[in-house]
């Protein structure tokens, strides 16, 4: 009932019963020729690690799937999170190469960092500071604890942490900004955030942008007046990542933003 809420929230009722119908049709057409989905295939005949190889490789724990509805937090737009789910490292550099800004201007944000991950993978750029922010005071120590355990050649000398707290209040830091989102929340959430960013920019004029991966609110996003769509791709797993994705995925898509106005 919480997931049928969160489609109904992001796509409304016609959004939703047309996804729903699709996918119905989806699974009578495979049921009628017997043939499984190859993502599905591939999955089965070799099944993804237990531990990503990244988090093997550096001695950390920023896998695993963890539901939204299985995220213990008090705050009130805790229903509305759609869980933790670390990403692939290729997809996050492929992007931010593509997008190539003056990294040690900026501070790099993860709303949403779960445990981690991408603060990690974003020290491989030299950002003037790395912040991670999550719901779940569970999930932010965690983030804490890989930070503190994290080495690799490449990584930045950037001061880099996590805090527990709420994305549509948090104190946005000064100067420019490179906010990042792996899908964290609902649509009733991401309103109230895109606001905060917005009137946080307003007293304070500097660049935002917005990386969005996995991005289920483009619809929203791209109808808000104070948002301007920059590109849009879909970047292929390469490597390790493709065999260690839980769902078979071999790519995802990538939406950024600037904020203006």
């Given at each position: 009932m919480r997931r049928l809420r969160h489609w109904i929230a992001n796509r409304g009722w016609k959004g939703t019963f047309l996804e729903a119908w699709r996918l119905l049709k989806v699974k009578l057409r495979r049921k009628r020729s017997g043939a499984e989905p190859a993502a599905e295939t591939a999955v089965a005949a070799a099944p993804p690690p237990e531990v990503h190889p990244?988090?093997?490789?550096?001695?950390?724990?920023?896998?695993?799937?963890?539901?939204?509805?299985?995220?213990?937090?008090?705050e009130k737009g805790g229903y509305w999170a759609t869980g933790y789910y670390g990403i692939s490292p290729s997809v996050l550099w492929q992007a931010f190469d593509r997008l190539a800004l003056d990294w040690p201007s900026f501070?790099?944000?993860?709303?949403?960092?779960?445990?981690?991950?991408?603060?990690?993978?974003?020290?491989?750029?030299?950002?003037?500071?790395?912040?991670?922010?999550?719901?779940?005071?569970?999930?932010?120590?965690?983030?804490?604890?890989?930070?503190?355990?994290?080495?690799?050649?490449?990584?930045?000398?950037?001061?880099?942490?996590?805090?527990?707290g709420d994305a549509t209040n948090v104190e946005l830091p000064a100067g420019p900004l490179l906010l990042y989102l792996y899908h964290p929340f609902a649509a009733p959430v991401m309103i109230?955030?895109?606001?905060?960013?917005?009137?946080?920019?307003?007293?304070?004029?500097?660049?935002?942008?917005?990386?969005?991966?996995?991005?289920?609110?483009?619809?929203?996003?791209?109808?808000?007046?104070?948002?301007?769509?920059?590109?849009?791709?879909?970047?292929?797993?390469?490597?390790?990542?493709?065999?260690?994705?839980?769902f078979g995925s071999r790519q995802e898509y990538v939406s950024v933003y600037r904020f203006v106005g």
């Open positions: 990244f988090d093997q490789r550096y001695g950390v724990e920023s896998g695993g799937l963890i539901w939204g509805e299985r995220l213990r937090s008090e501070t790099f944000i993860d709303i949403g960092c779960g445990k981690g991950r991408a603060l990690m993978l974003a020290l491989k750029y030299p950002f003037r500071r790395v912040l991670g922010v999550e719901l779940s005071a569970e999930l932010a120590n965690l983030a804490r604890e890989n930070l503190e355990r994290f080495r690799a050649d490449w990584r930045q000398e950037v001061p880099a942490e996590a805090i527990a109230p955030f895109l606001k905060h960013v917005h009137e946080a920019m307003a007293r304070k004029p500097r660049e935002i942008y917005l990386v969005y991966i996995n991005p289920e609110l483009d619809t929203l996003l791209g109808r808000s007046a104070f948002l301007e769509k920059l590109w849009k791709e879909c970047f292929p797993l390469l490597g390790e990542d493709a065999g260690a994705d839980r």
